[in-house]
């Protein structure tokens, strides 16, 4: 390190819990080189600096997206001048996040965390290093955990972030932020401050600003409680495991068929925890745990039953489950009714679970998953019930997609949406009364559409 620091600093509560979590959870051997994801911003200036001072060799990498205008330039300069005075390498990647996005389809946020750890993997190797470490530290955890308990989260999202998967390691996770901001106000350093972590219309700001200031009100030191809470929780999930791992092993079956699992439904079923079972066998199989509800809790009926997600079916039939991929069976699908008889519900389909609601006015929230209907004209619940069809298209057909005078053919749209051959034989089309409404989940036509005068409003989405 060029920059000299006060030797006080080395017995900072911040360089001394470093020490500890690395030590604790193995993260680096002594000496160890290592990738830091270098921001800018406090949490990632303090990493660098405190991996520094802890002993290990340190490379940088900046990810400029391009998404905040001149600050983005002024976040790569800051980075570039702190590591000239350290003494530390350091790499910029510049890339078009938003060209990226539209390109594959994902949201802005989606497209900077794939680019960014596509440009760490590829930064690892060009340096001969094993580890990236990233600076996500305790109140990070907690924002997360709050998220997850948002959206009714299993006991692996309780856990919040891992302190390591793969190759990536989060030396700060234990840390309260307060000693991020001690540390260096001791150094005499200076971070870049970005701005939109002030707006609260995104997600993680609200919980920051709006939702754990009240828990901080309840107990002072709420993040060093939930971080003993994150530590029973793996506790917990360790047992979890175990007990989940010794009732598969025990319900497993070996097929003949190796595209085909099969696993008896008793053990499951006498487990009395079926759902959570099943979610482990089939959430990485593109199955909710909403979905798979009524499903386990109907395993020893004789009754057959089918249930699908966009990549594989499940069928429960003589006692037994049998869990395949649906790569070959879309074009076999038959055309499907789907009967809206609730004033909201969902249907679940081979093409995913359609949720649906009838209001007066049109949501807030829209999004390329959600098409909007105009069912004045129609019976509807509870009044009566509304049949909506669902089938695989003629590609050669012809629909009038939103925004165009004419009619154009299925296939050429498709195409335009950047699918695969493959893909594009894979989406449905749904109708009403034989009027095109909606390629899902790509193009909306123009028929039905919401105007003024619209006095009911059918909200599809699909999930």
């Known amino acids: 390190m060029i920059r000299r620091v006060d030797t006080t600093v080395y017995h900072h509560p911040l360089i001394k819990k470093v020490k500890e979590t690395i030590e604790k959870h193995s993260l680096l051997t002594p000496n160890e080189k290592v990738l830091v994801g270098l921001s800018g911003g406090a949490d990632s200036v303090a990493l660098l600096i405190s991996l520094s001072i802890c002993g ?96 009714g989260s299993g006991i692996k999202g309780l856990k919040g972030i891992p302190i390591r ?44 600003h709006s939702i754990l200031p009240h828990f901080d009100h309840l107990n002072p030191n709420f993040l060093e409680a939930t971080q003993r809470l994150f530590e029973n929780l793996r506790e917990v999930q360790e047992l979890y495991i175990q007990r989940v791992e010794s009732i598969l092993q025990e319900a497993y079956i070996a097929s003949k068929d190796e595209t085909t699992e099969v696993y008896l439904c008793e053990p499951i079923a006498t487990s009395q925890a079926p759902l959570a079972i099943l979610h482990e066998i089939l959430s990485s199989k593109g199955f909710t745990r909403n979905e798979l509800e009524k499903f386990a809790y109907r395993l020893t009926e004789k009754e057959s039953a089918t249930i699908y997600s966009p990549t594989h079916q ?40 359609i949720r649906y609601t009838f209001c007066e006015q049109a949501p ?87 105007k003024e005068t619209t006095t009911q409003i059918l909200v599809l989405e699909v999930v």
Request: proline content about 5%; overall charge positive; hydrophobic content about 35%.
């Open 56 to 151: 290990y060799p340190c490379v940088a990498l900046h990810c400029n997206f391009h998404l905040r205008g001149e600050d983005s330039n002024q976040d790569a300069s800051f980075c570039k001048a702190l590591c000239a005075r350290y003494s530390i390498p350091l790499s910029v990647c510049s890339f078009d996040t938003k060209l990226h996005a539209e390109r594959e389809k994902i949201s802005i946020e989606m497209a900077a965390r794939n680019l960014r750890y596509t440009a760490f993997q590829e930064e690892i190797k060009k340096h001969s290093i094993k580890k990236i470490a990233v600076a996500h530290h305790l109140q990070d955890n907690v924002e997360t955990l709050l998220g997850n308990i948002a959206l």
């Open 165 to 208: 998967r793969d190759n990536i390691i989060r030396p700060f996770l234990e840390i309260d932020p307060k000693h991020i901001y001690s540390f260096l106000e001791v150094l005499g350093e200076k971070y870049c401050i970005d701005h939109t972590n002030q707006d609260t219309s995104i997600r993680r700001n609200y919980i920051r």
């Open 314 to 353: 499940v069928t429960r039939s003589y006692g037994r489950i049998f869990i395949s991929s649906r790569e070959d069976t879309f074009q076999s699908i038959p055309p499907l009714t789907l009967e809206l008889t609730e004033r909201s519900g969902e249907c679940n389909t081979p093409y995913g679970t």
């Open 364 to 450: 807030v929230q829209k999004g390329k998953n959600i098409a909007l209907i105009d069912v004045s004209a129609y019976s509807f619940p509870p009044q009566g019930t509304l049949s909506l069809h669902l089938a695989l298209p003629e590609l050669s057909s012809k629909i009038r997609p939103l925004g165009l005078r004419g009619q154009k053919e299925i296939k050429k749209i498709l195409r335009e949406q950047k699918l695969t051959e493959r893909e594009r034989k894979r989406v449905p089309l749904l109708t009403l009364e034989a009027i095109p409404l909606w390629l899902m989940p790509y193009t909306r036509t123009d028929a039905l559409l919401v």
